[in-house]
């Protein structure tokens, strides 16, 4: 494959070029959907709002309710995040 930046000669299974590090559009490999990205921040939201939901009001008790509200609180702000990028990108 020949760089259209330098013009090298680079084997055909490289996603970069060997001399100037320019980088190769792969066929096949995309990004994840705007639209995908925005559902699943949503879906993350709402999943960690419920699961911290459900230790504050006391469904969840002893040893599980600390590890749950945590992975509720993760998947929250993990939520907030991919929101932040889907605005960001648009």
């Known amino acids: 494959m020949k760089c259209p930046n330098c013009g090298a000669e680079n084997s055909d299974s490289v996603s970069y070029c060997e001399k100037c590090a320019y980088e190769f559009e792969m066929p096949g490999v995309t990004e994840p959907k705007l639209p995908t990205l925005w559902i699943l921040g949503a879906l993350m939201c709402i999943v960690g709002i419920v699961l911290m939901a459900l230790c504050l009001m006391g469904a969840v008790t002893g ?4 590890p ?3 992975i509720g609180a993760a998947l929250f702000l993990a939520g907030l995040i991919s929101w932040r990028v889907f605005h960001s990108r648009q």
């Not at 040893?63 to 600390?66: D, H, R, S």
């Open 68 to 70: 749950i509200l945590a």
């Open 63 to 66: 040893l599980m309710a600390g």
